[in-house]
């Protein structure tokens, strides 16, 4: 027999992404009907028009607009927004066609850092005390006033570009001159945000909101402790090791951010630190997991499985957003991990050394070197693009931790 189609999906992509391959195949797992949205036109368009649109990123309510015009050619029955923008521009194209999304207020709120730590503090979600501030204040007189250890951040950037940790007067000065910069080579505004600094340790929730309701897809520990002056990433693993009672609390956490800012609908992807005060929401966003991190998750697909009885999760979202049936939600019960691979220095990729070696270590699955030759490698606090992932799962965290970092040690970079 068969099965009803499930529909025409538009999926907005930002135009640099490792993500796209993943959704692409999850969609073709599934038999869906895919449109790919991007802001630059594409030769392809034209042989696709089907398979392809140009929607303006930067305005919301025009990318709706297209995506109304393109839907009456082509009908559209769910909408993914993969990245921070596209998860905006998603919430105004749902809202127009009536498609599952978030109400638009919802994805802002998720978008900016100060709108989300305004709507968690009204709602009594723990958030660190914050100021909104501008890097041309007067230095001297706002170093006097913070209260130290401090976080100073942009308010739109990701992936921890320009979030830099102050301890003192001095160091207030000058991470505010770094951010000043960062700031301006990005294009951005030139609000931030200062906040205290919370210690203790980190983890990300990834999560599935169903009609306002979140399920938890993982919880990853992040056993290097980011505690700055910068907070590049580095190894993820799931399960998390933290006592039971300090898992409830984090999601409890994660439930009530949920909540406050109103997000319905869709993929989560949310920090959280816990200390003995309890959890602490450091900021959710309304898109699934980035970089390429999303394949450290799998998931039991019963019925809906491929052969080896697991799905993605971005068959997950795509089957949410398409009105699907799901699956149990339940990650496979093997431990997992991705190391996003630090960045080794400032100069140009010359060569990765290694791999082989670090593909052999036990328990490795993947070692994905996504920075070319030649690229230009930044650190942070002004880069926010790790050259590479490792992927490991076994029988528990420690033993996949131990092996993301042993297949570490074997890579060599070779700059200029
Ligand atoms: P981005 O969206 O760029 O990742 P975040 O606000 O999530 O920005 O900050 C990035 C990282 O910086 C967090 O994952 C966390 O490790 C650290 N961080 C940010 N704010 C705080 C804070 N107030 N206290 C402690 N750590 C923080």
């Known amino acids: 027999m068969l099965r009803p189609s499930p529909g025409r999906l538009l999926l907005l992509l930002p135009t640099a992404t490792y993500r796209a391959t993943a959704f692409v195949e999850a969609a073709r797992r599934l038999g869906v009907e895919l449109t790919v949205a991007s802001e630059l036109p594409s030769t392809f368009e034209q042989v696709q028009p089907a398979g392809l649109v140009t929607l303006d990123f930067s305005d919301p309510e025009r990318a709706a607009q297209q995506a109304a015009e393109f839907a009456r050619r082509h009908p559209i029955a769910g909408v993914i927004g993969v990245d921070d923008d596209g998860a905006v521009v998603a919430a105004a194209i749902a809202e127009r066609l009536a498609l599952k999304g978030n109400p638009p207020a919802a994805a802002l709120a998720a978008r900016d850092k100060h709108l989300q730590r305004r709507e968690l503090a009204r709602h009594g979600v723990p958030v660190p005390r914050f100021e909104l501030h501008n890097v041309d204040e007067d230095v001297t007189q706002l170093a006097a006033r913070v209260h130290y250890p401090c976080v100073l951040k942009p308010l739109r950037l990701a992936a921890s570009r320009g979030v830099i940790r102050a301890d003192d007067a001095p160091g207030f000065g000058a991470a505010l001159e770094r951010l000043r910069t960062i700031l301006e080579q990005a294009g951005c505004e030139r609000s931030i945000l200062v906040e205290d600094f919370v210690p203790g340790p980190e983890v990300a929730l990834e999560g599935l ?165 030649g690229e230009a490698l930044v650190p942070w606090p002004e880069g926010s693009r790790y050259p590479g992932f490792i992927f490991a799962r076994g029988e528990t965290p420690e033993a996949v931790e131990r092996a993301l970092r042993a297949a570490h040690g074997r890579l060599t970079f070779v700059l200029e």
């Open 209 to 373: 909101v169903i009609d306002g309701r979140l399920e938890v897809l993982g919880l990853f520990d992040k056993p290097d402790p980011l505690d700055g002056p910068f907070f590049e990433e580095t190894i993820y693993v799931t399960p998390s090791r933290l006592p039971t009672p300090a898992q409830q609390a984090l999601v409890a956490c994660g439930e009530a951010a949920v909540a406050a800012l109103g997000v319905r609908e869709g993929p989560i992807h949310a920090e959280l630190r816990h200390n003995a005060r309890g959890p602490w929401l450091i900021e959710l966003a309304a898109r699934p997991i980035g970089g390429r991190c999303s394949a450290a998750l799998r998931f039991t697909a019963g019925e809906t499985g491929r052969e080896n009885g697991l799905a993605s999760l971005e068959e997950l979202i795509i089957r949410h957003a398409l009105g699907m049936p799901l699956p149990a939600l339940e990650r496979e019960e093997r431990a997992a991990g991705v190391m996003m691979i630090p960045v080794p220095g400032a100069g140009v990729l010359r060569e990765v050394r290694g791999i082989a070696e670090a593909r052999a270590v036990p328990l490795v699955e993947d070692v994905a070197i996504t920075a070319h030759p």
